[in-house]
């Protein structure tokens, strides 16, 4: 069985394999998971960037982005939102308690089902969506310049793709429960829609 590569282009020797170590730089291994967590989290700091003197997290600001009646759907209950972040519910009731607190979210009961609660941006929500979003977006596309503007495309037409593609495997928490447990077979047949924050 050949050895996996670990570069960042194809051809192109490890530091192991030249007997040099690059100095600040971590191998990245050519592999689905280490990739695309690599880049989840190169995103998730570029993104940040742009929220921390207003105290919030990227999961945050997407919630103000799906709640958005410019940029999303006001009046959407928590499930919903869980849908469309990708997240569970439980992670999204923690994120809207840490937003209701900063007076950034209104909670109204659902009239159709009195235990729900339809959730919709203040005012002041709206107004910090619409400073903080175009910064987070304009940090998160500086990843990309390494890239030319049409690689940056193509890059972006290729992740849509294999997302859109395998959105069967979209369950919020499974990597992180055992498979056949309960809760990750309760899952596994809810396709989640994509966000764009």
């Known amino acids: ?12 020797p490890t530091p192991a394999e030249t007997g040099t170590v690059a100095t600040g730089i971590v191998p990245v291994q050519r592999a689905p998971i280490p990739l695309g967590r690599r880049f989840l989290q190169i995103c998730i700091s570029a993104a940040a960037e742009a929220l921390t003197q ?15 009646p410019v940029t999303g759907q006001p009046d959407m209950d928590q ?8 997240i569970d519910r439980a992670r999204v ?24 609660r339809l959730l919709r941006l ?3 929500g709206e107004r910090l969506r619409a400073r903080l979003q175009p910064a987070s977006i304009a940090n998160q ?11 940056r495309e193509l890059l972006l037409d290729l992740l849509v793709r294999v997302v859109e593609s395998n959105s069967n ?5 499974a990597g992180g429960r055992k498979q056949g447990s309960r809760q990750s077979t309760a899952n596994k047949s ?8």
């Open 1 to 12: 069985m050949a050895k996996p590569r670990y570069s960042a282009r194809p051809g192109r």
């Open 54 to 68: 207003e105290g919030l997290t990227p999961a945050q600001l997407g919630i103000l982005v799906i709640l958005s």
């Open 79 to 86: 499930n919903g939102v869980a849908a469309r972040l990708g």
């Open 93 to 116: 009731s923690q994120l809207l308690d840490e937003i209701d607190a900063m007076g950034l979210v209104d909670r109204r009961v659902n009239g159709a089902d009195r235990r729900a």
């Open 122 to 124: 203040t005012p002041r």
């Open 141 to 151: 596309m500086r990843v990309f310049a390494s890239l030319t503007p049409r690689e």
């Open 169 to 173: 495997l979209t369950r919020p928490g």
């Open 190 to 197: 809810r396709p989640l829609p994509s966000n764009n924050i």
